[in-house]
């Protein structure tokens, strides 16, 4: 322990002796500085030659312009009173409508459709033990089966429902399991 409490304050020693003496050791560079070049002197302008400037003539009077005649609307030809022509009576007097000869059939008597017997009941649910036999085909080909077994359990238990097959169907457990939703807007029941 006392080596390394020894240690800081020599490094730090060493640290600064070699600084101080790479101070020492610095090359003094001199770089030569040029002096200024002189200043240039500038030539004298040339004296200005006289511009004559062309003479002046003031500008032509615009063309006088002629105004055009009043407009005057053609005029009409006096046209000849209408007179109608009186309608010809027809030749022919027109044909009766086609009756046809057979009467249309009636349509033919529909026949009852066969009776559909009641979709298979589900057993009563009373608590969630009762809800995993029915939960587990639902949830057995989802990815996460034990994600989708805790919400089917879940809504199961308050709906006491679960709509059978393994997707869909949801409509054969009523209201209460189409519009249970996540705070998403999600459906929460699968």
Same mark, same amino acid.
């Given at each position: 322990m006392a080596s390394k409490a020894l240690l800081f304050p020599l490094a730090a020693l060493l640290l600064v002796s070699t600084k101080v003496s790479s101070y020492e050791q610095e090359e003094k560079l001199e770089i030569p500085v040029k002096a200024?070049?002189? +200043?240039?002197?500038? +030539?004298a302008p040339a004296p200005s030659a006289e511009v004559l400037s062309p003479p002046y003539e003031p500008p032509a009077p615009p063309p006088v312009k002629v105004p055009s005649p009043p407009y005057e609307p053609p005029v009409m030809a006096p046209s000849l009173p209408y007179e109608p022509t009186a309608p010809t009576p027809p030749t022919q007097p027109p044909t009766p409508p086609y009756i046809p000869q057979n009467p249309t059939p009636a349509p033919p008597a529909t026949t009852p459709s066969p009776y559909k017997p009641p979709s298979r009941t589900f057993p009563p649910v009373i608590t969630k033990k009762d809800c995993i036999p029915l939960c587990g085909p639902r949830c057995k080909?989802?990815?996460?089966?034990?994600?989708c077994l805790r919400a089917c359990i879940r809504c199961c238990?308050?709906?006491?429902?679960?709509? +059978?097959?393994?997707? =869909?169907?949801?409509?054969?457990? =009523?209201?209460?399991?189409?519009?249970l939703k996540t705070r998403y807007n999600k459906p929460k029941c699968p």
């Open positions: 200024p070049p002189a +200043p240039v002197q500038t +030539p080909l989802r990815s996460r089966t034990k994600l238990y308050k709906c006491k429902c679960v709509p +059978p097959g393994t997707y =869909g169907n949801r409509e054969m457990c =009523g209201k209460c399991y189409t519009e």
